[in-house]
């Protein structure tokens, strides 16, 4: 079956550096990738989305890339805020295209 | 425009009560989706409906769980007979079109379950 893999442990950064985190995927080939931030106690917040074909997509900070030889997506945020800070979730499409299947999340901390 | 609605946000029930978790779309968003999530795990699918009809409910547990999407007002999530292991946060979710490459999902807040 499918699986993602996150890292649980949380990043820690020091303000207006580059955090990226890491999304591993196993046993499948999906179609496209996405990324959601969850605040705590808040449902998750779509923020982009990459397709099998592209490599990389960009939306203001925020950088995506997707490597489907490695089975991995790097999602980085440059000139990072302390109001970065939250979890962030990646998440694959299955065998539907409308069920989706999500890590667990990685914790980013950005100290001031 | 309002987002996705979930209430209550907070629900404690004892064994063996019922739990009703409500959510109410994005205006003009037809498919919804219903997510758990446990303590330090990911969001798991648990079922997925249009306007009165159930797509596909293959994330949800044989019994005690069932979910509805009716013509007029929202959509319901009803968790019979509930046991400990039911305790999670539930999320609703909305799509204007199915949800996937075309169309990411909006996310309501959660209702929180407890069982006592």
Redesign the interface.
């Given at each position: 079956s499918q699986k993602?893999e996150q890292n649980?442990e949380a990043l820690n950064i020091q303000e207006g550096k580059t955090a990226t985190l890491t999304c591993n995927y196993t046993n499948y080939s999906p179609?496209?990738l996405?990324w959601?931030r969850q605040d705590p106690?808040?449902?998750?917040?779509?923020l982009l989305?990459i397709?099998e074909n592209e490599k990389e997509k960009r939306k203001e900070r925020l950088k995506v890339t997707f490597d489907t030889t490695l089975k991995q997506s790097l999602f980085h945020i440059t000139a990072s805020q302390p109001a970065d800070s939250a979890t962030y979730?990646c998440?694959l499409?299955?065998d539907?295209?409308?069920?989706?299947?999500?890590?667990?999340?990685t914790r980013l901390l950005v100290r001031p | 425009n309002a987002g996705v609605m979930q209430n209550p946000r907070h629900l404690v029930r004892r064994r063996g009560q019922e739990a009703r978790l409500r959510c109410s779309p994005m205006k003009g968003h037809s498919h919804v989706y219903w997510y758990r999530q446990l303590p330090e795990e990911g969001l798991k699918f648990m079922v997925y409906l249009q306007k009165e009809n159930i797509i596909d409910e293959s994330g949800m547990p044989k019994e005690r769980f069932s979910a509805e999407f009716p013509k007029e007002g929202p959509s319901i999530l009803r968790i019979q007979q509930v046991v400990r292991g039911d305790s999670a946060a539930y999320f609703c979710a909305s799509s204007p079109l199915p949800g996937g490459r075309d169309s990411p999902l909006h996310f309501g807040n959660g209702t929180r379950l407890t069982v006592t």
């Open positions: 993602i649980s179609a496209y996405q959601y106690g808040r449902g998750p917040v779509f989305l397709r979730l998440a499409d299955s539907s295209s409308y069920k989706l299947i999500f890590g667990s999340g | -």
